[in-house]
């Protein structure tokens, strides 16, 4: 039976990319290890929680007694690294806190990965490993930095990053590339663009914009809000990684995008009109600093070498998404006390 090793996976892409793998290869072992900060939750996997072929482990990807004793245990064949802090607000006001985990935390499941993978792991020129190993490293486009009003990133694009979560992001691709040219190790690196879907954590822009019409708050908006994504519902993360986790050719990077480009304002306004709320509801905050203006993926690699595509338009994607928020506010609502309350006054107390 081939072991997985999902880190992160009890938060918002990691928890869809877990149940998807749990459910369509019944002969895989799927083992999920998350700390449980405050965006993991182990509530978003409840219907899996019975399933044979599947196991959380409560752990730190910078633990490196633990990460080793998970791999000793469970003969892990591939991890797939989720495992991250994530939101750029956050990271401007504790750099710290993303240079550890995405950095350090990155570094040690490499290391770890290392020395159980290779046929020798005592000779340092050895690059040669057990068949089928894979390190996938989940990234983000907003490594690339940020565009003008034209141009894609391509994933041959230097790393440019604005935000300490991007640098950190940008650091451990460079690490994992690193780990590649170096020592050999099978590895693939994934960017992908805005996801969006059910499970999010609602500090992001759509579910945080779906609750607060729901409670009818005010919708802080950074700056004009002509900031510029390409949206990528989390499904089709998911079933991209699953595509470059068994097709990808080792040592590359694949860009993952949804081909939906749309401004933040739009994105506010569609949810209000679609919940039927006033636009009064819209209150512009100052913008952050380093926001970046655009991004928008070019997807044409793992299009054209690996036939993934797409299944979502947004249309179809952000109707569903909507609807998952109304028929889970009880979810919303386990979620947005304590921490995450504390966190939403901090960040828009000048509204």
Avoid at 126 to 134: I, L, N, P, Q, R
Avoid at 200 to 219: A, G, H, R, S, T
Wanted: proline share 3%; charged share 25%.
């Amino acid at each position: 039976m081939k072991t997985v090793l999902v880190t992160g996976g009890a938060g918002f892409i990691g928890s869809n990319f877990v149940k998807l793998m749990v459910k369509k290869y019944p002969d895989y072992n799927i083992i999920n290890i998350d700390a449980l900060t405050y965006a993991g939750n182990l509530e978003n996997l409840k219907d899996i929680e019975g399933k044979s072929n599947y196991t959380f482990i409560k752990a730190d990807i910078r633990d490196k007694e633990k990460i080793e004793n998970i791999f000793e245990s469970n003969d892990v064949s591939a991890v797939v690294n989720f495992a991250a802090e994530s939101h750029v607000d956050r990271s401007i006001e504790e750099p710290e806190v993303f240079l550890t985990t995405n950095i350090i935390g990155t570094q040690v499941l490499l290391d770890t990965a290392k020395k159980y993978w290779k046929v020798n792991s005592e000779d340092k020129y050895c690059k040669e490993y057990k068949s089928g190993v894979k390190f996938l490293q989940v990234s983000t486009d907003e490594v690339y930095g940020a565009l003008g009003k034209t141009g894609m990133f391509i994933e041959t694009m230097p790393l440019m990053p604005n935000s300490p979560y991007s640098a950190s992001k940008a650091s451990a691709d460079m690490i994992v590339r690193a780990y590649h040219e170096t020592f050999g190790m099978p590895v693939n690196i994934t960017r992908c663009s805005n996801n969006y879907g059910p499970y999010q954590f609602p500090e992001k822009l759509i579910p945080l914009v779906i609750n607060n019409c729901l409670k009818q708050k005010d919708l802080p908006v950074y700056g004009d809000g002509m900031q510029v994504r390409d949206w990528l519902h989390v499904s089709d993360h998911c079933s991209a990684i699953d595509t470059v986790l068994h097709k990808g050719k080792d040592g590359e990077v694949y860009n993952i995008g949804g081909n939906n480009e749309r401004a933040n304002i739009d994105i506010v306004k569609l949810i209000i009109k679609t919940l039927d709320k006033s636009e009064d509801l819209i209150k512009y905050v100052k913008d952050r600093p380093g926001h970046d203006r655009r991004y928008a993926i070019d997807n044409t690699k793992i299009t054209t070498q690996l036939g993934w595509s797409p299944a979502y338009t947004f249309e179809k994607g952000i109707k569903e998404t909507i609807q998952w928020y109304l028929d889970n506010t009880e979810w919303i609502e386990n979620i947005i006390t304590g921490d995450y309350a504390n966190y939403y006054s901090n960040m828009y107390s000048n509204i």
